[in-house]
C-alpha cells in the first residue's frame, strides 16, 4: 500500500459526460502527478500540482483540468468525454518538486460507452 | 525516435533464472532513472531510483545507467514467481525552473513460471 488513495476504483460513464476523480496523497506529500494509461499510449504524464499550484503540464487536453485543494487533495475533470478517453488514471504524489520518487496510487478505471 | 524505448516483451522465464530488461533514452539532460513495478490492476511501485551513471543494488534487484550509451538496465537474481509483473522505466531531467516532468517507457511484461 503506498498511501494513495483514489476514488472511485471503476467508473462507467457515456460519450459526453463529465466525471471526477479524487486523488489523496501520501501523509507529508505535497507534490500531485495526474497519469493516463492506455494499452497503446502507456503511462502518459498529465499534469503536476505542488502545493495548490499548477507546477507543470505533460500531454493533457483542454477538455480537462485539474487543481489540488488546501488540504492537498486533487481531483481530476475530464469533460465531453470520448471513446477514447477510456484508460486507467493514475495519481502519484511526492514530498518534493522534482518528483524523481512517486508513489501511485491504485488508480480510477474508466471506462466510456 | 521516441524519447524513451523499452522492449515489451513478453519475456517468460524460468524460476531462478537472471532477468536483464532495458531501456534506451535520446534525451542527454535526463538525469534521475526508476525503475517500477506494475501488477495486473495495479498502480507502478517505486522499485530502484538512480541518479546519474553507477550501479544501485537492492537485494536481488541491481539497476545499471550508462549516460555514455543512454542505456539503463534492470537485473533481477534468482527470479521468483511473485516477480511476475511488466517492469516500467522512468527518467527525468531538471531543469533551474524546477521539476521536468516523469517520462516512462511503455513497460515489458516478465512472467517467472515455477
Known amino acids: 500500500d503506498s498511501g494513495v488513495t483514489q476514488t472511485p476504483k471503476h467508473l462507467i460513464t457515456a460519450t459526453g459526460q463529465r466525471v471526477t476523480l479524487r486523488c489523496s496523497p501520501r501523509s507529508g506529500d505535497l507534490s500531485v502527478y495526474w497519469y493516463q494509461q492506455s494499452l497503446d499510449q502507456g503511462l502518459q504524464f498529465l499534469i503536476q500540482y505542488y502545493n495548490g499550484e499548477e507546477r507543470a503540464k505533460g500531454n493533457i487536453l483542454e477538455r480537462f483540468s485539474a487543481q489540488q485543494f488546501p488540504d492537498l487533495h486533487s481531483e481530476l475533470n475530464l469533460s465531453s468525454l470520448e471513446l477514447g478517453d477510456s484508460a486507467l488514471y493514475f495519481c502519484?504524489?511526492?514530498?518534493?518538486?522534482?518528483?524523481?520518487?512517486?508513489?501511485f496510487g491504485p488508480g480510477t478505471r474508466l471506462t466510456v460507452l | 525516435q521516441k524519447e524513451v524505448e523499452q522492449d515489451p516483451g513478453p519475456l517468460s522465464v524460468p524460476e531462478g533464472a537472471i532477468v536483464s530488461l532495458n531501456c534506451t533514452y535520446s534525451n542527454s539532460a535526463f538525469q534521475y532513472f526508476m525503475w517500477y513495478r506494475q501488477y495486473s490492476r495495479k498502480g507502478p511501485e517505486l522499485l530502484m531510483y538512480?541518479?546519474?551513471?553507477g550501479n544501485k543494488e537492492d537485494g536481488r534487484f541491481t539497476a545499471q545507467v550508462d549516460k555514455s550509451s543512454k542505456y539503463i538496465s534492470l537485473f533481477i537474481r534468482d527470479s521468483q514467481p511473485s516477480d511476475s509483473a511488466t517492469y516500467l522505466c522512468?527518467?527525468?531531467?531538471?531543469?533551474?525552473?524546477?521539476?521536468?516532468?516523469?517520462?516512462f517507457g511503455k513497460g515489458t511484461k516478465l512472467t517467472v513460471n515455477p
Open positions: 502519484a504524489s511526492s514530498i518534493s518538486p522534482s518528483g524523481e520518487t512517486q508513489y
Open positions: 538512480t541518479y546519474s551513471s
Open positions: 522512468a527518467m527525468s531531467a531538471v531543469s533551474q525552473g524546477g521539476s521536468e516532468k516523469l517520462v
